[in-house]
């Protein structure tokens, strides 16, 4: 069997930045005909809350709960120039999230609190109706101690799980890839958390990790790639954003859409993201992913058809990219096909783009966030103000719509950046919007 690259949109191999629209989105296709329920993850986050609580004093004042701000960002929109249809736009400041200071903290932390559970229910410290903060106490932490935990990352993940499991008492091994940053592994080990470094890509290091856990009965590997407990963590964000929404009065229905722009890398967080806002919003919410041009791996997979992997290098692109998290070049085999019908589309962004858009966010509203976390603020313009965007608005039946819509921007990482990189970051970013 070959496969068919016919889909792949004009510009893509020349690394042009571009809007694909999915031609296999569908605004009635229900997301409630997949058996994963977000449901078991926001039971798990609230039975957990009191456990969290106590280990995190992070956590104290949102009584254990992991919520980050959804902002108005009326400064940027306005630069911008968008016209009277812009709408409003809100940040959701997952940049923000406590402990990680990413969207991993969401995925991370609930699987390593369902994996904290299991073992607390194999050895018999917690019974079904058991308060979960048992699990904080000595004789806990000392069965959790023979426990390891390991993953693989380009960086946020290994932050997020490594500080996560460290937190419960678990020992955590963290393998790195080469593109990952110095100063996410010298975190990790301040905090006593081994950093195994691998001069492969994201997948090799995801391969070396999986590998290690194999071979040992007590370590629990954390699967990037096929990770049904970090998609559910992802998709317990949606019934957050939704009651945020609810708070600030703003509606969503037939003629208040929501459009809702995700960083995508091997696509676990904006699908599960995106698959718990189905399963609220329906056909009212317009999901698009963001992916750097050197890295579009969910689009290259759901353009060439979901019949055998294919990745970015296979269709000519190297995978080098500054957007931490993005660089992945396979899409999540678990994550593909549930986006195949719920994903409106993909947009492209280079380093010029997401570069100068953090400095302009940062400039214009006072929110500093990482340059990945920047790749969703091209988001609106791409729908707003090209010939593809019009055409979906168009054939959703949205045209007159759209000065009453909502686009959330999903900011991804960026509150435990150390200042000087912050200041390296800031620097290439204003190059980059004079540039532009
Ligand atoms: C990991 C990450 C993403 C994307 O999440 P995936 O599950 O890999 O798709 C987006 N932004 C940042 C900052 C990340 O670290």
Redesign the pocket.
Known sequence: MTTDFSGLPTGLTQRRPLLWLNPAYDAQADAHSDPLDPAVSEARFARCAGLMRQVFPELRPTAGLLQSPLTPIPVFRDSMACGAAAGDWLLKRDDALPVAG???AR?GFHEVLALAERIGLDEGLLGDDTDRAVLAGPAARAVLGRHALAVGST???GLAIGMIGAGLGLRAIVHMSADAKEWKKQRLRRHGIQVVEHSGDYAAAVAAGRAVADADPMMHFVD?EQSEALFLG?AAAARELQAQLQAAGGRVDADHPLFVYL?????????GILYGLKRLFGAHVHGFFVEPTASPCMLVQLACGLGRPVSVYDVGLDNRTEA???A?GLASPLVAPLMARLLSGVLTVDEAMFYGDAWRLETLEGIYV?P??ATGLRGPMQILDTSQGRAYVQACGLTDAMGRATHVIWS??GSLVPEDIRQAFRARGRREAGAA
């Open positions: 990413s969207v991993k995925g960086g946020n993940l990037d992802y960083p995508c890398g091997v696509g676990g967080a904006p699908g931490d998290g993005l992945v990482e990945s976390a991804t990482g």
